[in-house]
């Protein structure tokens, strides 16, 4: 394995970006941040991958003309996952791995706003028999949820902890759309929304693009003096049929920690969890202690912009490493429907 | 088209279509039993009864071939209140979403629960299907489940069924499409008859339309510049083939029309001619819409049309092409 590193990281996050759905023009000035960060051009990069989907943006090849940004004459190398920008930053990995490229500009970018997010979010779904009802995203969170209070798996008050809790970081992150100091009674006297979820349970609609730089640690760039080495990474996913999972459950993130080395000594941790209680879920099959801290960004119900909420959770994870705040910390992605699709991205300070 | 308070134009768009699939021997199986009134489950390796039967057994991935009729009554295993329902979702009213366990399956499925309130819910509570007037050969055979203990008589007679073998989802989604800064100018001007380009600040190239960002640089193009509504075909297709949409009788010609001044040319329609007279370097002008029928769009502009001038020198353009 060639060890490879996080090396820059540079997001836009709002609550109704007024322009392309394609987000050109958030993409143009994270690119000039990475530029600034790395001390890097566009010449230094062997490979780009992004994540974004047609169905959110209402055009076909939105993904294509978003390529503009980059500059793309001379060509590049280039691919694109219709999927969260982390699964792009795993493709970047794994030609990293090829020895085919020494580094890899990753980004993602999702408008939300343009359609009725959780309505569009059926397309994700088995065509043949969920699409035709057109179950949207927040009814299948809360078939999860109530499934999990009712087998006394989590109760409403450890929901209300994790909703608190990341309104309260949310109010510290920049980027972040929702954030307030915010106590466990002010979110359980919340209406419900969709019973039995309340509003703060579940993540708002947010538009965003977000970018990663990664390279092989023989080719760091020199402004990068204490790089977040990926020590592991994976992904996994479970059934597409509802029925045949035990929805309290994650087993694919499970399986992905495994395969990613283990979450021991993580001090940090990002999950991309939409609904509240899928961050007690994934807490659960992370094995992820009391002792660790997570989601200090607010995570996703602080701020959750499509196709690139996971990878910002890798960025904000690689940040921890390069401030000094922490040696070792883990990011993660999800995608499907109920924690179907779980990515995980351990990294760690060069010993 | 409005322009609420934004800097750019805003247009509702609306996609539409109709994903026509063949349905495989399982789900063929399932879906033309819903329409006779009858759920069909599929026997997985461990013996358990899965609703909807998967085509592969989840534990072997072999496929799964024995078939099994369960009850169209069952149990709510979890749910969800819906209080403000989404266009095309099985009700029109606020209901549930719930997995129903039926008598008969072992694993529970996703439906809607047509049970008038949230307090009339609850996991364990009984309930049966309710089935579409006129079966159309997908999942919404059965329309709904409904609460097994309402007033209503079971309509549980089972039919014999017919062979659905190919499905058909309708997709429509609906946008708020909003157009780029560079695109916004674009268009305001194309409504009063002008056509702007704008300039790379870096490689100086014009650029018409102006574009979020230039593919050779990666910067948006900025400075505004009035461009002459003539200019010359480097490249074109004569279209003779027909096709969904279809506005123009063929043969036609579709070009690459490069406006006097700019580097970079688009796609248009040259009409006013015989599409076999069209030629590489014909100078052409634009035939606008009158000012009555302009939106924000391309379409303004009518098609391009021949000005009878001298071809230009290929050397002019070589490099357009």
New interface residues.
């Given amino acids: 394995m060639r060890d490879v590193a996080v090396v820059g990281f540079a997001q836009r996050q709002m609550r109704r970006f007024d322009g392309s759905s394609n987000t050109i023009e958030l993409l143009v000035p994270i690119l000039q941040e990475l530029w600034e960060q790395t001390g890097w051009t566009k010449d230094d990069i062997g490979f780009w991958c992004s994540g974004s989907s047609d169905y959110l943006a209402g055009r076909s090849f939105s993904f294509v003309t978003a390529i503009d940004a980059l500059g793309a004459v001379p060509p590049i190398s280039e691919s694109h996952v219709e999927m969260d920008g982390a699964w792009a930053l795993y493709e970047a990995w794994l030609k990293i791995q090829t020895g085919e490229a020494d580094s890899a500009l990753v980004y993602g970018f999702g408008k939300s706003s343009a359609s009725t997010l959780r309505r569009t979010l059926a397309l994700q779904l088995d065509p043949y028999t969920l699409t035709p009802l057109w179950p949207d995203t927040v009814s299948l969170a809360g078939l999860q949820a109530r499934l999990g209070i009712e087998q006394g798996v989590w109760d409403e008050k450890a929901m209300a902890e994790v909703a608190a809790r990341s309104r309260t970081s949310g109010a510290d992150n920049e980027y972040a759309v929702r954030g307030a100091a915010t106590s466990v009674d002010d979110v359980l006297a919340q209406p419900l929304f969709a019973d039995p979820l309340r509003k703060w349970d579940c993540a708002p609609i947010t538009d965003g693009a977000a970018a990663i730089v990664i390279a092989a640690t023989d080719r760091l760039p020199e402004k990068c003096t204490r790089p977040a080495v990926i020590s592991g990474i994976a992904h996994n996913v479970d059934s597409p049929s509802l029925g045949l999972r035990d929805l309290t459950r994650s087993p694919s993130a499970a399986a992905a920690a495994s395969a990613a080395g283990g979450t021991d000594g993580v001090q940090v941790a990002e999950l991309h969890a939409p609904f509240s209680h899928q961050e007690l879920i994934l807490r659960r099959e992370l094995g992820l202690g009391e002792d660790v801290d997570v989601n200090p960004s607010g995570g996703a119900l602080a701020s959750n912009p499509m196709f690139c909420a996971g990878l910002i959770r890798i960025g904000e994870a690689a940040r921890r490493i390069w401030d000094g705040d922490a040696d070792r910390t883990l990011g993660h992605a999800t995608s499907g429907v109920a924690l179907q699709q779980n990515l995980v991205c351990v990294m760690e300070a060069q010993a | 088209m409005t322009t609420p308070a934004?800097?750019?134009l805003h247009q509702p768009?609306t996609?539409e279509f109709d994903?026509t699939?063949s349905?495989g021997p399982v789900?063929s199986q399932?879906?033309s039993g819903l329409g006779a009134k009858q759920v069909i489950g599929g026997v997985l390796s461990d013996g358990r009864v899965?609703?909807?039967p998967?085509d592969f057994d989840?534990a072997t991935h072999d496929a799964v071939t024995e078939m099994k009729p369960v009850a169209s009554e069952g149990s709510v295993?979890?749910?969800?209140?819906?209080?403000e329902p989404?266009?095309?979702?099985?009700l029109d009213h606020p209901f549930a979403?719930?997995?129903v366990l039926l008598d008969g399956a072992d694993?529970?499925?996703?439906?809607?629960v047509d049970a008038g309130s949230?307090e009339a819910m609850s996991?364990g509570m009984r309930v049966r299907a309710r089935w579409a007037d006129e079966p159309t050969g997908?999942?919404?055979d059965l329309a709904c489940f409904e609460p097994a203990d309402a007033s209503t008589s079971p309509d549980q007679e089972v039919g014999e069924p017919g062979e659905t073998k190919i499905?058909i989802?309708s997709?429509r989604?609906?946008?708020?499409?909003?157009?780029?800064?560079e695109?916004s100018v674009f268009g305001k001007a194309l409504k009063e008859g002008r056509i702007l380009g704008q300039r790379c600040p870096v490689c100086q190239k014009m650029y018409v339309p102006p574009?979020?960002?230039?593919?050779?640089?990666?910067?948006?193009t900025s400075d505004p510049v009035e461009m002459p509504d003539t200019g010359i075909v480097t490249t074109f297709c004569i279209v003779n083939v027909p096709f969904l949409g279809q506005r123009i009788k063929p043969p036609y010609v579709s070009a690459y029309v490069l406006l006097d001044g700019a580097d970079i040319a688009f796609l248009h329609l040259i009409l006013g001619v015989d599409a076999h007279d069209v030629r590489m370097g014909m100078r052409v002008r634009a035939v606008w819409k009158p000012e009555a029928e302009r939106s924000f769009s391309m379409e303004n502009i009518s098609h391009f049309e021949p000005t009878g001038e001298p071809d230009a020198d290929y050397e002019t353009y070589r490099r357009h092409l």
């Fill in positions: 934004s800097a750019v768009l996609l994903y699939r349905l789900l399932y879906i899965a609703v909807p998967p989840p295993v979890t749910w969800s209140w819906v209080a989404l266009a095309d979702q099985p979403f719930a997995l694993t529970p499925f996703l439906h809607a949230p996991s997908s999942v919404r499905g989802t997709v989604l609906s946008y708020d499409y909003a157009a780029s800064p695109e574009r979020g960002a230039c593919p050779v640089d990666g910067v948006p």
